[in-house]
């Protein structure tokens, strides 16, 4: 029978960390229910944006715009490609990090097999939004910029559209000929799916996979029959708008990648109380049996030692 001691040390032990658990528990609905209404707030310019480049695309014909061409590499030389990974800034959120770790490792990995059978070079860099993946990242011996830190708390679009024009002057700079966004995706019925999206050049083909079906194809110009116009023409137009849309786009990944961290979190905190709780009913248990023993030890004990008192 386990020691009555052992047994109330880790009773309060586990009473501790069921009350912490279940106070950030508290902590993370909170958090959750606030980026559920940044979700509902971001998700109509979101869809917006993407549909409007998605009608350009689909009745202006050519685009020349260095952030929409797409460049082919010949035998022998380089793709650079930078990674912006979306991750969360603390732990205790189950697997979410490290499924984020684990998408950048796979796809930085395809990269370099896919371009090494075309005799293809590959440089890539990885900048990482939070701390425990980048941190999990450098020890495993990617190629991490250590000096980018960015927590991601409440997102803003002000945040978003700095971190955007980063990566458009990186681009335009060629450090990068390819930039992908790495991110968790929350959607209804599939629940959090990691997913890698090439933000640029502009695929809008991967955006719109992630736009509520039945709007991704056609705008309401569009679906209303209007014939669209562009002035002074459909490039211009694209140039004009593809600020606001890579905004739009990093924004939204930022929102998404914050809901899915409160929701991992929340659900991760519940399981922990919930365990926390269970262990609490098997220590009491044991606690009672251990004291019952300990009860029928001292009487026994009482007993014997009457009975030897008698025979004296």
Not at 1 to 7: G, T
Not at 111 to 119: A, D, G, P, V
Not at 125 to 136: D, Q, S, T
């Given at each position: 029978?386990?020691?009555?001691?052992?047994?109330?040390k880790?009773?309060?032990?586990?009473?501790?960390?069921?009350?912490?658990?279940?106070?950030?528990?508290?902590?993370?609905?909170?958090?959750?229910?606030?980026?559920?209404?940044?979700?509902?707030?971001?998700?109509?310019?979101?869809?917006?944006?993407?549909?409007?480049?998605?009608?350009?695309?689909?009745n202006?014909?050519?685009?020349?715009?260095?952030?929409?061409?797409?460049?082919?590499?010949?035998?022998?030389?380089?793709?650079?490609?930078?990674?912006?990974?979306?991750?969360?800034?603390?732990?205790?959120?189950?697997?979410?990090?490290?499924?984020?770790?684990?998408?950048?490792?796979e796809?930085?990995?395809s990269?370099?097999?896919?371009?090494?059978?075309?005799?293809i070079?590959?440089?890539y860099?990885?900048?990482?939004?939070?701390?425990?993946?980048?941190?999990?990242l450098?020890?495993?011996?990617?190629?991490?910029?250590?000096?980018?830190?960015?927590?991601?708390?409440?997102?803003?679009?002000?945040?978003?559209?700095n971190?955007?024009?980063?990566?458009?002057?990186?681009?335009?700079?060629?450090?990068?000929?390819?930039?992908y966004l790495?991110y968790?995706?929350?959607?209804?019925?599939?629940?959090?799916?990691?997913?890698?999206?090439?933000?640029?050049?502009?695929?809008?083909?991967?955006?719109?996979?992630?736009?509520?079906?039945?709007?991704?194809?056609?705008?309401?110009?569009?679906?209303?029959g209007?014939?669209?116009?562009?002035?002074?023409?459909?490039?211009?137009?694209?140039?004009?708008?593809?600020?606001?849309y890579?905004?739009?786009?990093?924004?939204?990944?930022?929102?998404?990648?914050?809901?899915?961290?409160?929701?991992a979190?929340?659900?991760?905190?519940?399981?922990?109380?919930?365990n926390?709780?269970d262990?609490?009913?098997?220590?009491?248990?044991?606690?009672?049996?251990?004291?019952?023993?300990?009860?029928?030890?001292?009487?026994t004990?009482?007993i014997?030692?009457?009975?030897?008192?008698?025979?004296?």
């Open positions: 029978m386990d020691n009555l001691n052992a047994i109330k880790r009773i309060k032990s586990v009473n501790d960390i069921g009350q912490m658990t279940s106070a950030m528990q508290l902590v993370s609905s909170a958090k959750m229910r606030r980026s559920v209404q940044l979700r509902q707030s971001m998700y109509p310019f979101f869809t917006l944006c993407a549909e409007s480049m998605q009608e350009i695309r689909n202006a014909g050519e685009i020349h715009n260095p952030f929409y061409e797409l460049k082919q590499k010949a035998e022998g030389e380089t793709w650079k490609i930078g990674y912006f990974v979306l991750s969360g800034e603390q732990g205790m959120a189950g697997a979410y990090n490290n499924n984020m770790v684990k998408i950048a490792e796809h930085v990995q990269k370099i097999l896919e371009n090494t059978r075309k005799n070079s590959t440089e860099k990885l900048y990482v939004f939070g701390r425990p993946a980048r941190e999990k450098i020890r495993n011996g990617y190629n991490v910029d250590r000096e980018f830190s960015f927590p991601i708390a409440e997102p803003t679009f002000y945040q978003a559209r971190i955007s024009s980063v990566i458009k002057q990186k681009f335009l700079n060629h450090e990068f000929d390819l930039v790495l968790t995706n929350n959607r209804p019925g599939k629940g959090m799916v990691p997913v890698a999206i090439r933000l640029l050049p502009v695929d809008l083909k991967a955006v719109n996979a992630l736009v509520t079906e039945g709007v991704q194809d056609a705008g309401m110009a569009v679906e209303s209007n014939p669209l116009e562009y002035a002074p023409d459909p490039t211009a137009v694209f140039d004009y708008l593809i600020d606001t890579l905004n739009a786009v990093l924004y939204g990944a930022m929102v998404e990648a914050y809901q899915s961290e409160q929701m979190r929340l659900t991760a905190m519940q399981n922990a109380t919930d926390a709780d262990m609490m009913k098997k220590l009491t248990l044991m606690s009672n049996r251990a004291r019952q023993a300990k009860i029928t030890t001292e009487l004990e009482i014997n030692g009457a009975e030897q008192v008698d025979r004296i």
